[in-house]
């Protein structure tokens, strides 16, 4: 099992610029998040998933889109880059559960930069 | 609304103990710990659920106080592969298991 992946590992945007992060997964979880950690704020929910074709706002969505068409893959999408943007975004995934009965499986990260 | 970690940062010598706490303004359904090491995505620890169960798998112990909203994890005889940043993530009923993050507590066990 490969677990959570993503792609790209790192990436470099000019401001206006868009791009794709693509997570996948293999544990055939429901739930799939996405996350952006910034220094000193933790991890930050952007866009969530509790189904193939189902998607929802998290905490911080704002310049950013996501799809799940199929249960395995997540995509978070960004329209037009701003340099408030760099980060690193984590994806994750989880059985489903409404009380957080089990834990988040996190991919590796990608780190973005936007100049 | 972030739940609030304590302390913010600690150093340890191999072997001591320290506590690190999380606190949150919402009714919570369960905690969540992760570790992360620097560059590294995070690890899950333990999970404590409303009613007292316990879910984990390293030697590391946590607590649950549902009245107070808080949760503390435990780690004893610390080893130098603690070092990290420790996060706990807090989950609402009804919130489809999204968890709120705090900002992570920096834990250095050193020689």
């Known amino acids: 099992n490969a677990g959570v992946t993503q792609t790209p590992k790192f990436r470099v945007l000019k401001t206006g610029q868009s791009m794709t992060l693509l997570c996948a997964q293999d544990m055939n979880h429901e739930y799939m998040y996405w996350y952006r950690q910034d220094p000193g704020m933790g991890l930050r929910l952007i866009h969530y998933?509790?189904?193939?074709?189902?998607?929802a706002k998290g905490e911080v969505p704002d310049g950013y889109n996501v799809s799940r068409l199929k249960k395995q893959n997540f995509l978070l999408g960004l329209e037009s880059a701003a340099p408030s943007q760099t980060s690193v975004y984590f994806c994750?995934?989880?059985?489903?559960?409404?009380?957080?009965?089990?834990?988040?499986?996190f991919g590796p990260g990608t780190r973005l930069t936007v100049t | 609304q972030q739940p609030v970690q304590s302390p913010q940062a600690v150093i340890l010598r191999e072997g001591e103990d320290a506590v690190i706490n999380c606190s949150s303004s919402?009714?919570?359904?369960?905690v969540h710990w992760y570790r992360q090491k620097h560059g590294e995505a995070p690890v899950f620890l333990m999970i404590?659920?409303?009613?007292?169960e316990q879910k984990g798998h390293e030697k590391i112990s946590a607590s649950f106080n549902e009245k107070k909203q808080q949760s503390s994890l435990y780690l004893t005889a610390s080893q130098l592969s603690y070092s990290g940043t420790y996060f706990c993530g807090t989950c609402h009923t009804g919130t489809a298991s999204k968890l709120t993050f705090g900002t992570g507590t920096r834990l250095q066990v050193t020689l």
């Open positions: 404590l659920l409303k009613g007292g």
């Open positions: 994750a995934s989880s059985y489903s559960t409404l009380t957080g009965d089990y834990e988040q499986y």
């Open positions: 998933s509790v189904g193939e074709g189902t998607t």
């Open positions: 919402k009714a919570l359904y369960s």
